[in-house]
C-alpha cells in the first residue's frame, strides 16, 4: 500500500511536470519567424500580464483593437466589400432598370470595373448606399452571411473569407488566451461584418466596431423591424477611429493592430500615454504570396520607424500567409 | 487504513451532497418575495438555460438589456443626471459671469429650480449641453467619478450611487451567473454612466448604451485627446433604444427591462419575434420607500399588460429597495 501510494504520487508529479514543460514549450505564434515582430509581442503581453509586472494591467483594462482590411485580411485588388456591392448591384439590377444607364452601375453591369471605379471614392459611396440600404437589418445579415460563405477572391480562388492572415488569426488567440479582449475596428461597414467575425477570427458582433448607415425602428404587422436607411451615420476610419473605440468600448486600447494610413490615429490613441503601450503595423511586402505595396500606408510607415511601433514586414516574418484549407 | 478510506470516502461524500443541497437551496434573489414577478423572471432563466429545453438559447444570444433611470436607479425628484448638471452650473459659474442673467443659468444659481425648469426638455437640454462639453473625455470621466463618490440624493441623504435597487443589484447577478451579458441602455449620457457602472452594477464600460454628445479627435502636445462638442450625438431614447441597440450590440436582446414610456421600442425589439423572450417593467407603487407615479408610464403599463410583459410591483414584489449601507 506504502509503496503503491508512492507511485500514484511519482505518477502525480510526473504527470505535472509534463503539463508544465508542454505549456511551456507551445509555441503560441507558430506562423510567426523568431524574428524581432514576434519577440515584440510577447515581450509586451508578458510585460503586461505578471503580476509582478511594473507594466502590470488587469483583465478588463486588457483591449487590444485590430484594423480588419489589410491587417486581420486582404484589402486587394479592392476592399472585399467593394465585391460584395459589385455582386449585390449584378444580383439587383433587374430591379433597377435605370441601372442600365446610370454610373458607375452601368460600368459595373458591362464589366468595366476601371471606368466605373474612375469616379473614385464617390462612386464607390454611391454604389455602396445604394446596395446596402432599403432592406432591415435581418435582410442585410442574411444577404451578407450568404455572400460570406460562397464569393470568393479573383486571384486566390478562395472564399474571401478563406483570405484571413494566418499569423493574425493566431496572433488574436494568443491575446485572448492572456486575458485581452480582441475589437475590431475597421473603415468597413459593421454591419459588413458581424454576421461572420465570429466564425472566423472568434469575435463576437458586440466587439466589432465600423462604419455605418442611420437605421430606423418600425413596427409593422409581424413585428418590429430596423430599417437600413440610405444615409452615412459614421465613417470609422482615421480621425474616426479613436471616437468609434470611444463610443463602442469607452476604454483606450493598451495594444493596436493596423496597416494603413487609416490607422494612425487608431495607434496614436492607444499609444499616447503612459503605461506600456503597443502598436504594429502590418506591411505588405509579400508580391509573391500576397501584395506588396506602400500606397495608402506612406506616413504609417514613417510614423512607425519614429515613434518606435512594431512593423511586421509579412515576407520576412510570416512562415504562411493564409489558413490552409479544409479538405 | 481500509477504514480510514471508507471514513474519508465518506466525508467527500457527505461534502458533495452538502454543496448540492446548497446550490439547490440558495435563493438568488432574496429580496424579491414570491410573487409572479420573481417566478416569471426564473422561470424564463431556467428554461433558455436547460440544455434540454426546446427554448434553450447558447450562451453567446443570452443579452439582456436594463434600462437604468427608474429601473436599475430611482429617477425623483429628478433624473440624477439633471442633478449632475445643477452641481456643474454651481461649480463652473465663476467662469460664465453671462449666466447671472441667461436662463436656466440664473435661476439655477439662484436655486430657484421651478423658474429654471419652466421651459421643460429644452431648459435641461441647453444646461446638459453646457456643462457636459468643451472638456476632453479624459477630463469629464474624473468629473463624473469625482461627482458618484460625493453627490447625495435629496430626500434620502444617501449617495446617488446608493440609490440602486437591491433586488434588481440581485437580478443582474442572477442573470450574469447563468451566462447572460448584461447590458445598460438608458436615455442618460453614455459617458455619465460608464465611470461607475462597473463598481455599482458590475456592468463594464463596453456594455453601456447610452445618450452621447459628438466628440473630436485631436493630437495634442502631450498626446491626443478626445473634445466632447456641444452637439447632440444620438438619443438613447423610445425609438432609438433598438437603433443603440443594434449599434452597439448587433444582437437582439432576449431579455429587456424598463419602466416607462422611453422603454417600449426596446421592450417590443428584445420581445417582438420568435423564441423564448422575456419582458420585464418596474411600476412605481411605493410611496413610503421609494415613490409612487405613473406618469411617463401610462402607455407602457397599457402594453405590459396587452402583451404579457410581467410588472413588479414595487411595494408588494421587493422585501428592501436599496441595498444596506456599509458601516
Known amino acids: 500500500m506504502r509503496f503503491q501510494s508512492h507511485r500514484r504520487l511519482l505518477t502525480v508529479v510526473l504527470f505535472l511536470t509534463c503539463c508544465a514543460y508542454q505549456l511551456h ?17 510577447i515581450q509586451f503581453v508578458e510585460k503586461v500580464t505578471s503580476r509582478d509586472s511594473p507594466d502590470y494591467v488587469p483583465p478588463e483594462l486588457r483591449i487590444a483593437t485590430f484594423d480588419n482590411d489589410g491587417t486581420l485580411w486582404t484589402e486587394k485588388p479592392q476592399y472585399f466589400q467593394v465585391f460584395f456591392a459589385i455582386d449585390r448591384v449584378k444580383a439587383l439590377a433587374p430591379q433597377h432598370p435605370e441601372w442600365k444607364t ?23 459611396l454611391k454604389m455602396v448606399i445604394a446596395t446596402h440600404s432599403g432592406m432591415t437589418t435581418t435582410e442585410f445579415e442574411k444577404i451578407v452571411n450568404e455572400w460570406s460563405k460562397t464569393a470568393r477572391h479573383p486571384k486566390t480562388g478562395r472564399l474571401f473569407t478563406q483570405m484571413v492572415y494566418q499569423p493574425m488569426l493566431e496572433l488574436l488567440a494568443y491575446m485572448r488566451a492572456n486575458g485581452f479582449k480582441t475589437f475590431i475596428v475597421s473603415g468597413g461597414g459593421i454591419e459588413f461584418m458581424r454576421p461572420w467575425t465570429e ?26 423591424v430596423l430599417i437600413r436607411l440610405p444615409e452615412i451615420n459614421f ?32 495607434l496614436e490613441w492607444a499609444t499616447g500615454t503612459s503605461g506600456a503601450r503597443f502598436a504594429l503595423l502590418v506591411h505588405h511586402t509579400d508580391a509573391k504570396r500576397e501584395y506588396a505595396y506602400n500606397v495608402g500606408a506612406v506616413q504609417a510607415l ?8 512594431t512593423v511586421v514586414n509579412m515576407k520576412d516574418d510570416w512562415k504562411v500567409i493564409y489558413p490552409p484549407l479544409k479538405k
Open 25 to 41: 514549450a507551445a509555441d503560441p505564434l507558430p506562423s510567426w519567424n523568431e524574428s524581432a515582430a514576434k519577440q515584440n509581442i
Open 102 to 124: 446610370e454610373e458607375p452601375f452601368a460600368s459595373v453591369l458591362r464589366g468595366d470595373y476601371k471606368t466605373a471605379f474612375a469616379g473614385g471614392e464617390a462612386a464607390v
Open 199 to 224: 466564425r472566423v477570427y472568434g469575435i463576437p458582433p458586440q466587439q466589432v466596431v465600423g462604419s455605418s448607415v442611420k437605421t430606423k425602428f418600425e413596427m409593422r404587422e409581424d413585428g418590429p
Open 235 to 266: 465613417i470609422d476610419d482615421k480621425a474616426g477611429k479613436p471616437v468609434g473605440i470611444n463610443s463602442h468600448i469607452g476604454l483606450r486600447p493598451i495594444a493596436a493592430f493596423g496597416n494603413s494610413d487609416g490607422d494612425i490615429q487608431m
Open 302 to 309: 514613417k510614423d512607425a520607424s519614429e515613434k518606435g511601433w
